[in-house]
């Protein structure tokens, strides 16, 4: 649960950051940047803003904007009838993005779960993303990320988006933003 | 057919664009970045420069660096076994950037096709993308582009890329660039 003024705050602030990427959108973009925190009403520490350019049955490309330390908390997308999970390439256009993954754990991660939800994050292989650096996350991988300190700009290229069927870790997460 | 020469001036000169529209990239992508001259060797007219960041067998992403009225031939993308053709969204970063399109021909086109190849322009439908603005083409639309007077950059969301399949109405255009 967001307020209206709260989300609009935060759709001004996550366009100052699309500047500082030297990203440019038109106005109808810049009043439809998605807000989203997750049900935990805790949007400083967990959330992400994004806006998407397109998603069309097989292509979808976003931005998505991370304030510092923000966390998009693990989830991952599952098999929809025929189709496997999407498939994300994740590329950092500002700032820099630790992405968590399946694998051998990081000894000393740069990043901690948003405090009280510790036991949601499971996966912790550690991939550092600076300006230029991207990953490909194959379909169905658990995954988390968090910015560091000047926040962060990603570009996320995949197949279709359907956020309303992504599984989270955290059994209290909501997708959908609901505004007070 | 383009020299060794010429190949790595338009690579420099197409980073000097890509920098313009504020996009980052690493050492190993800016000596990566293609050259297309079609097999004209007339590269300021008739040519493309791009960058591919990911391409599996479900996503690809670009960016395309076109030069003041440089321009892409026209071509079409056509399905291959089980897949229907590729589906592309341009998007305009910096600059202006034509597209061309079938449908209803546009009375006084801003753009004339390179010289002596005007018979393999069949479409005249215009598209005027400046930055921020973006569209979509289905599978096996024809399509071409050309640059305003500034040059442009334009990111390429799409399924999978097999240019080595792309159909152009020009016959003489081959679409592997040979370095002499």
Not at 47 to 67: I, P
Not at 71 to 96: A, L, V
Request: a positive charge; glycine letters at 8%.
């Amino acid at each position: 649960m967001i307020s209206e003024r709260e989300y609009r705050a935060a759709q001004r602030e996550a366009l100052r950051y699309l500047k500082k990427a030297g990203i440019v959108l038109t106005k109808e973009e810049k009043e439809r940047i998605e807000v989203a925190d997750f049900g935990l009403g805790d949007l400083r520490r967990t959330g992400l803003q994004l806006l998407t350019y397109v998603n069309t049955r097989r292509v979808c490309a976003k931005e998505l904007v991370l304030f510092p330390k923000q966390t998009c908390p693990e989830h991952m997308h599952p098999r929809i009838g025929r189709q496997p999970g999407k498939e994300e390439t994740f590329r950092c256009r500002f700032g820099t993005v630790y992405m968590y993954v399946p694998g051998r754990k990081t000894p000393r991660p740069k990043c901690k779960p948003p405090p009280g939800r510790e036991a949601f994050y499971t996966v912790w292989h550690e991939i550092r993303l600076r300006p230029g650096e991207q990953y490909t996350l194959e379909p169905q991988t658990l995954h988390w990320f968090q910015s560091g300190k000047e926040g962060a700009v990603v570009s996320e290229f995949s197949t279709r988006s359907v956020d309303e069927k992504d599984v989270f870790t955290d059994p209290g997460i909501k997708r959908k933003t609901e505004i007070r």
